[in-house]
């Protein structure tokens, strides 16, 4: 694997534009939310100074604040004192950071329940580095890795996860499929959501979430199509479709995607899933005509058919309408697993 040389990587990202245009997802979707991240203070100077940061912050509502945890929990008195605060003199959510470094399982769990009790009830699970560097070796009576802390700590309780992602690829990974399996195995262990570390290079992080998307599995199934209905824009119906008839395989299909999406940081899609089929878009909507088709085709029902595959898109609303773009596509043909897959 061809890692990019840090100084070209560093020079290209201050010799150009910092980031690109934001992806545009829709009118409705709001600004992004952020989290921002904190190092326990060491001294009474720099708390002072933590806090005229945390107050100059807070009236951005993050979605949440994390407070890391030093090599072998070096700063665990400093994280938790500075969380427990949080929680107390602040409307901030916060997050713990919490590692399996130099820790026993009970007493990273004892550390968990503190939290707990605390208040706190999100996490942001680690592996963690060696202090003062050098081979990462698990503890012998603890977690082993980040999959197995975020398997222990819901065995505590029903904590708010987070976990780390590389879209750099970890530097011990053997290769980016390696690398996301492992996400994925803290991902089935409970985790709620993977953050990543910095980057310099938006189409590094695309590139992941291509990667992230692409691991998306499921298997063929049929669908049928039942009833029409309308959409209306302003007061005026403007497209007629005909829907889709429930079926559990195709809601646990876009259950799976919005978790990846979600999962990847993209919001979630607040309004209701209705599958359907666009049949018109009506420029000069005739309201009589309209009641008249939906009464004829008010009971259709078509004849059962294969869906093997299937397109994830994006859109942008202009004024002649919605552009639509294919982002990735997924052939469901070679895959037998079960549907939880």
Wanted: charged share 20%; aromatic share 10%; proline share 7%.
């Amino acid at each position: 694997m061809n890692v990019p040389d840090p100084q070209t990587t560093l020079a290209r990202w201050l010799s150009g534009p910092r980031f690109s245009r934001l992806p545009d997802h829709g009118p409705d979707a709001g600004p992004p939310k952020l989290s921002f991240e904190f190092f326990p203070p060491r001294t009474d100077a720099l708390e002072a100074q933590l806090w005229a940061c945390i107050r100059r912050l807070e009236p951005l509502a993050p979605r949440f604040v994390s407070v890391t945890y030093g090599a072998g929990g070096s700063t665990q008195a400093r994280t938790h004192a500075t969380v427990a605060r949080i929680v107390t003199d602040t409307s901030l959510t916060p997050a713990a950071h919490l590692t399996c470094v130099g820790a026993s399982r009970g007493e990273i769990d004892d550390v968990a329940r503190q939290y707990w009790d605390a208040g706190i009830r999100h996490i942001v699970a680690l592996r963690g580095d060696v202090p003062g560097g050098g081979p990462y070796v698990p503890h012998p009576d603890g977690y082993a890795y980040a999959s197995d802390l975020v398997a222990g700590l819901k065995r505590v309780a029903d904590f708010e996860i987070s976990v780390a992602a590389y879209p750099e690829i970890h530097p011990t990974a053997s290769s980016p499929l390696a690398d996301l399996e492992n996400l994925k195995r803290k991902l089935d262990a409970g985790a709620t959501r993977a953050i990543t570390n910095y980057f310099f290079d938006n189409a590094t992080f695309l590139r992941f979430l291509d990667l992230a998307l692409a691991a998306v599995r499921g298997r063929a199934f049929a669908l049928t199509l039942a009833g029409v209905g309308t959409f209306a824009k302003g007061g005026r119906e403007t497209q007629l479709w005909a829907g889709v008839a429930r079926n559990p395989a195709l809601d646990h299909l876009q259950n799976k995607v919005e978790t990846a999406l979600q999962r990847a940081g993209l919001e979630p899609e607040r309004r209701r899933f209705t599958p359907h089929v666009t049949l018109a878009r009506l420029r000069h909507p005739d309201t009589d005509k309209i009641i008249e088709w939906l009464t004829q085709h008010a009971l259709y029902t078509s004849e059962e058919f294969a869906v093997d595959g299937f397109h994830l898109y994006s859109s942008k609303l202009t004024s002649d309408g919605s552009i639509y773009r294919i982002e990735h596509s997924y052939d469901l043909r070679g895959f037998h697993g079960e549907t939880g897959d």
